[in-house]
Structures are given as structure tokens and as C-alpha cells.
Nanobody
Framework: QVQLVESGGGSVNPGGSLRLSCEAS????????IGWFRQAPGEERQGISY????????WYSNAVKGRFTISRDNAGNTLYLQMDNLKLEDTAVYYC????????????????????WGKGTLVTVSS
């Protein structure tokens, strides 16, 4: 059974940085996509970034592109999200998620298609 455990959330001033981690265990599939969603109070959960196990390709939503960086450790057990130049609107609960795919399927980073979720970590950006 896949388990995803996030850490690294906290409170930060606008313009500051945080790095989130997601410890992943139990992954047996060769092909999967792993990444991040976030959910602000009163809003839908939105995908913000992922990385594909097939080729290491990455994607970012327009809201975070240029400020956030997704990466993995060499063993592939830990996923990171480096968040720089944080803004008030980045305040949300951040979730790690994994979607099992096949070798040729298109990647659709949608909350309703995820196979596994972490419990989330809260990021608060305030002055």
C-alpha cells in the first residue's frame, strides 16, 4: 500500500521560502506521476505541480510557475517542493498525491484521478 507523508509546512512572511517534503513508500508501479495539490479555505483542491516517473518531466500551474520547484531525491523516495517568493494567496493546505499511469497514457493532473493522497501540511503566508 502506497503511503505519502508530507512535512515542512509552517508560517512565513510574504517573499519568504519554504520547502515541503513528501516521504513516499510502498510504490510498486513502474509508471506513476507524483506531485502536489493545494486547497485554500473555501476553494477547490488544485493541482500545482507534478513529476513523472517515466521521464522525469515536470509541470507547474501558472499560479506557481517560476516560483516553485519540484524535485525528487536519487532514490525516488522523497519528493520536494521548494517554494520561493511566497505570496499571501499561496496560503493553503498542501497535499502530496500519486497517480498510477501506464507507459503511454496522457497525464491528467486532476484531484479526481489520484490514486493516493497524503494528509496534507498547512502553509500560511501572512505579514
Amino acid at each position: 500500500q502506497v503511503q505519502l507523508v508530507e512535512s515542512g509546512g509552517g508560517s512565513v512572511n510574504p517573499g519568504g521560502s519554504l520547502r515541503l517534503s513528501c516521504e513516499a513508500s510502498g510504490i510498486t508501479s513502474d509508471y506513476y506521476v507524483i506531485g502536489w495539490f493545494r486547497q485554500a479555505p473555501g476553494e477547490e483542491r488544485q493541482g500545482i505541480s507534478y513529476i513523472s516517473s517515466r521521464d522525469g518531466s515536470t509541470w507547474y500551474s501558472n499560479a506557481v510557475k517560476g516560483r516553485f520547484t519540484i524535485s525528487r531525491d536519487n532514490a525516488g523516495n522523497t519528493l520536494y517542493l521548494q517554494m520561493d517568493n511566497l505570496k499571501l494567496e499561496d496560503t493553503a493546505v498542501y497535499y502530496c498525491a500519486l497517480n498510477v499511469v501506464n507507459k503511454y497514457s496522457n497525464i491528467v493532473w486532476n484531484q479526481y484521478l489520484m490514486d493516493y493522497w497524503g494528509k496534507g501540511t498547512l502553509v500560511t503566508v501572512s505579514s
